[in-house]
């Protein structure tokens, strides 16, 4: 079966420092994967989506960025943080058979920028 | 553009109350649709879905019918339980290669025993 793994659980981190944030997929192969984020008392924005390896697109401009070093991999990444990046962060992945449609998330990471 | 719209929250019920969260979306063509659930600290959790007019998605108790000639899909429980507070997300998915999914606000649900 599938399953997809969020790292860390929690952080709290100075402004100005940087971030990486990973998710990995397991049990599927080529999948669609997602970045959201959700900010408190918010809906969920979809910051970045990635259709293969090295493919990614962003839905909106910040100082965030996405990469997919491996297929069932996927990084989201700041140089710089800001006071507005924090909220929970979740991973999602879509599979092959996008017939589907539905999404899968992981546990999401719960950032706090100071 | 695709848009889904959510009853703003929160809702809070007395326990074995009846639930209705309304849902309804813009969208071209014949979207598919989804109930997703959040409980406090986690991911979100697919509930139901529905991929045709008229299907009925239902799990745990809960369902929703897919109404194209209204645009809705509203969450129904009969009889709600402590255990069902949480944060309940309609969306919405045309289906691309993209597959992305159009995501309402959320609705906080609390019920109390």
């Known amino acids: 079966s599938q399953t997809i793994h969020q790292w860390p659980a929690t952080l709290v981190q100075p402004v100005g420092s940087p971030l990486s944030l990973e998710c990995t997929v397991e049990?599927?192969?080529?999948?669609?994967l997602y970045w959201y984020r959700q900010a408190a008392g918010r809906g969920l924005q979809l910051l970045f989506y990635s259709v293969g390896i090295g493919q990614i697109s962003s839905e909106v401009p910040q100082n965030l960025s996405a990469s997919r070093p491996q297929d069932r991999q996927f990084i989201l990444s700041s140089k710089k943080l800001l006071l507005s990046d924090s909220g929970f962060y979740l991973c999602a992945w879509r599979g092959e058979n996008w017939r589907g449609n539905e999404q899968f998330f992981g546990p999401g990471t719960r950032l706090t920028v100071l | 553009g695709d848009s889904v719209t959510q009853m703003e929250g929160p809702v809070t019920l007395s326990e074995e109350a009846f639930l209705t969260i309304n849902c309804t979306y813009t969208?071209?063509?014949?979207?598919?649709l989804f109930w997703y659930v959040q409980y406090p600290g986690e991911g979100l959790q697919l509930l139901l879905k529905a991929t045709k007019a008229d299907d009925k998605g239902s799990n745990k108790g809960f369902e929703a019918t897919y109404r194209k000639e209204t645009t809705s899909f509203h969450l129904e429980k009969g009889s709600v339980q402590v255990s069902d507070s949480a944060v309940y997300f309609c969306?919405?998915?045309?289906?691309?290669?993209?597959?992305?999914?159009?995501f309402g606000r959320g609705t906080q649900l609390t019920v109390w025993p």
């Open positions: 969306a919405l998915s045309r289906g691309s290669t993209l597959g992305r999914l159009y």
């Open positions: 049990g599927t192969s080529n999948p669609n």
């Open positions: 969208a071209t063509g014949y979207p598919s």
